[in-house]
């Protein structure tokens, strides 16, 4: 198995000389999850590269399940992650360059960064009374290319950030249904609750809040909870 190096580039760190960007092999990431090691991910990541293009759009793409991905043996071997629960395996890719708002889930995920990746995580503790978040209280690290990091449950983060301008790709590996639409039931039973942390529930398994400027995702009803700058990443060539 190749050894993947978690050291941040230099040249990523003199774009960036505001921003603390931590590898991911650092103490620090500890609080949020772990780097995974003991999974083989290769034959997954091949065919990431052949169904996903990177286009010249300034957009982020996601697709909550790619059965080309769930139907190899490398992607079954992800179901024991979630003890054995059916999982759906997606992708996240595009062009970001901010934080733009943060989610959580119920469940662990699987992230696999299929190219280098940055990611914006913060402390489930730092969301204040399921009301806002402060956007400096997010951490950003470095995932290498082929590296596997399994998320703990309630910690924050969004779409990964581009380290290179021609974007990025990742795949998330979930528990089967995160991120669909509620259903009319769900949504009627949300309406009619007076729990603060329903406000945050946006879709199946992903309690979520946006940063003011993603008018969008306002008005489809996320909460403008996401406080401060919308924090900035500059990637490299």
């Known amino acids: 198995m190749q050894e993947l190096d978690f050291r941040v580039p230099q040249s990523l760190v003199a774009e ?6 931590l590898s991911a092999k650092s103490s620090r990431f500890k609080k949020y999850g772990r780097i995974v090691e003991s999974v083989v991910v ?20 996601y697709i909550p399940s790619i059965k080309e ?9 992800l179901s024991l992650f979630f003890g054995g629960m059916d999982i759906e395996i997606g992708s ?16 662990p995920e699987l992230f696999i960064a ?19 978040l402060n956007s400096c209280k997010a951490e950003v690290f470095y995932f290498p290319k082929g590296s596997v990091a399994l998320i703990e449950p309630n910690v924050l983060h969004l779409a990964p950030c581009s380290v290179h301008k021609n974007g990025f790709i990742s795949l998330i590996v979930l528990p089967q249904g ?43 009803g996320v909460l403008d909870g996401l406080k401060g700058e919308n924090r900035h990443i500059n990637p490299i060539a």
């Not at 960036?16 to 960007?21: H, V």
């Not at 009627?188 to 940063?211: F, G, I, Q, T, V």
């Open 92 to 107: 996240c890719y595009g062009k970001n360059e901010r934080i733009n708002g943060a989610e959580y889930h119920k469940s």
């Open 114 to 132: 299929v190219t280098d990746c940055l990611q914006f995580l913060s402390p489930y503790d730092e969301l204040d009374d399921f009301a806002q």
């Open 16 to 21: 960036n000389p505001t921003t603390m960007i």
């Open 178 to 220: 995160t991120n669909l639409p509620l259903d009319a039931e769900d949504l009627a039973r949300k309406s009619n609750s007076d729990d603060p942390e329903l406000r945050l529930l946006y879709k199946k398994n992903k309690y979520m809040l946006a940063h003011q400027s993603r008018t969008h995702l306002i008005n489809d």
């Open 69 to 77: 991905l769930e139907e190899m043996e490398q992607g079954k071997n």
């Open 42 to 61: 290769d034959e997954l990541l091949k065919k990431a590269h052949e169904l996903i293009t990177l286009s010249d759009e300034e957009k982020t793409f």
